[in-house]
């Protein structure tokens, strides 16, 4: 596609319920990476993907987020038992890859909100 | 730690005028500067970046003033419009790695006409 596209835009569950958001970076893009960023706030760095392996999985705030990347595309960011503190916009975002120095192009994100 | 730091958190600047935020980094390994424009219930897209063998990149409106020695930069809007609210992120990365870019904490900006 011609952007990052993410889905669902919105998304609402209820604590303690399992949620997956998706994402289908950039044809052609090697790198992908998950940010989260709470209302009003900066961007936090989750996890980062080169082709389907995570070298970084140090931004994960805890057990209940895993992710995974397969044929070096979609992603899915898996939140497990949703708290109320998980509920942030979750972002995408795409690169063509280290040694390449080019920046990154994010999706617009999916809106969780865990009631 | 916060490799990025960034400042001010929040800027309101008359039509017209000039916005100046302000990033502070300590990595002397970062060699791409980018910054970010992201509006409501968008992500943010990318403005405008620099690499530190210049220092100054101007676009349009839009300027990135770098000074390597002081591990500062700055992104200036001239004649800002109100169209230009929104909120900026400055951030950092060793380019050769495309590892983490470093984010800052973002300014959120308001052009009052």
């Known amino acids: 596609g011609a952007g990052v596209s993410q889905s669902p835009s919105n998304k609402v569950t209820e604590k303690g319920k399992d949620v997956e958001l998706r994402c289908d970076p950039i044809s052609g893009h090697t790198a992908l990476y998950w940010y989260r960023q709470s209302l009003g706030q900066g961007l936090e760095f989750l996890i980062y993907?080169?082709?389907?392996?995570?070298?970084?999985k140090s931004g994960l705030p805890s057990d209940r987020f895993s992710a995974e990347r397969t044929g070096g595309s979609v992603s899915t960011l898996t939140i497990q038992r949703t708290q109320q503190e998980d509920s942030a916009v979750y972002l995408c975002?795409?690169?063509?890859?280290?040694?390449?120095?080019?920046?990154?192009?994010f999706g617009e994100g999916s809106w969780l909100t865990v009631v | 730690q916060q490799q990025v730091k960034q400042s001010p958190q929040s800027l309101i600047v008359q039509k017209g005028g000039i916005s100046i935020i302000n990033c502070a980094y300590e990595n002397t390994a970062f060699d791409y500067f980018p910054w970010y424009q992201q509006f409501p219930g968008k992500g943010p897209a990318l403005l405008i970046a620099i690499r530190p063998d210049v220092s100054e990149k101007k676009e349009g409106r839009f300027t990135i003033s770098f000074n390597k020695s002081a591990k500062q930069f700055s992104l200036h809007i001239m004649d800002s419009q109100p169209g230009d609210s929104a909120t900026y992120f400055c951030a950092a990365i060793v380019a050769n790695t495309g590892n983490q870019f470093y984010f800052g904490t973002g300014t959120s900006l308001t052009v009052i006409p």
């Open positions: 975002a795409s690169s063509l890859g280290q040694h390449s120095g080019n920046t990154i192009y």
């Open positions: 993907f080169q082709g389907n392996s995570a070298p970084d």
